[in-house]
């Protein structure tokens, strides 16, 4: 079965006052609680200075959370210039060092084998050219370094939309306008497991392994040293 991208809906681009809104709405303190919570999970095992990628980091509260402990040294590059700025000033007033670029998932301005651990969080379905952006991830990931992309299950429920949302405890037209978003990305953007090992198969990591919980899946992509 092809993995040609279908057609999809187009969302107002990431910049000026939607970015800002979105970064409002992303800095809730129990989203913040669970960007701590996910950071130590994820870089639990690394050892010190090892390096660390967010791509597309948004507001930059992930890669902030990455930072916060001082043995890594974190990265987050986004193509939107408002973001950068956002997460760049997120991680000041936190007092933590993280380097934010702009920048193109699909040609990202590093070396090869120049990070640990790569991360990419609720932004895949959003790519153009997704298995590009995976051969990307691959060939600036360290050999034996992981991928872990969080995005967005296609298969999941409306009931399991509307819990994800309660669980954000926002307004109620911010809890709406949500709602109303995340429904409309997992339906028309969204990938299923099967659809992503599909993808995965044409590119360099060639297998990947997938979990899902509620509205999510987690995907990790392992470089092969040698």
Same mark, same amino acid.
């Given at each position: 079965?092809?993995?040609?991208p ?12 939607m970015a800002?809104?979105? !970064? ?6 129990s989203?913040l609680?669970? &960007?701590?919570r996910?950071a !130590? ?8 200075? *090892?390096?660390?990628? /967010?791509?597309?980091?948004g @507001? ?13 040294q ?12 956002? !997460?760049? /000033? #997120?991680?000041?007033q *936190?007092?933590?060092d ?14 090869a ?6 991360? &990419?969080q609720a ?6 050219? @997704? ?11 360290? @050999?034996?370094g992981t ?5 967005m299950? #296609?298969d999941?429920?409306n009931?399991?939309?509307?819990e994800e949302?309660?669980?954000?405890k ?22 299923s497991p099967a659809?992503?090992e599909?993808l995965?198969?044409?590119t ?5 392994h997938?979990?899902t919980a509620?509205?999510g899946l987690e995907?990790?992509l ?5």
């Open positions: 079965m092809s993995t040609t279908r057609r999809r809906f187009q969302l107002p681009e990431m910049e000026g006052r800002r809104w979105y !970064a409002r709405n992303r800095g809730s303190a989203q609680a669970e &960007c701590r996910e !130590a999970r994820l870089t639990a095992g690394l050892p010190d200075g *090892a390096t660390a990628l /967010e791509v597309a980091p @507001p930059g509260y992930h890669a902030v959370e990455m930072a916060r402990s001082g043995r890594l974190v990265t987050g590059l986004d193509i939107s210039r408002t973001m950068v700025e956002i !997460a760049t /000033e #997120n991680a000041r *936190a007092g933590v993280v380097v934010f670029r702009r920048g193109d998932v699909s040609a990202m301005p590093f070396g084998d120049a990070f640990d651990l790569i991360v &990419c932004a895949f379905k959003n790519f153009k050219q @997704p298995a590009r952006a995976l051969d990307e991830m691959h060939r600036v990931l360290r @050999p034996g991928a872990v992309i969080q995005d299950n #296609n999941a429920s009931a399991a939309i509307a949302v309660r669980a954000m926002l307004s109620r037209f911010n809890g709406f306008m949500t709602r109303l978003i995340l429904s409309t990305l997992l339906r028309r953007r969204a990938y659809r992503f599909r995965v198969a044409q360099a990591f060639r297998t990947c997938v979990e509620g509205i995907v990790r392992t470089k092969v040293a040698g």
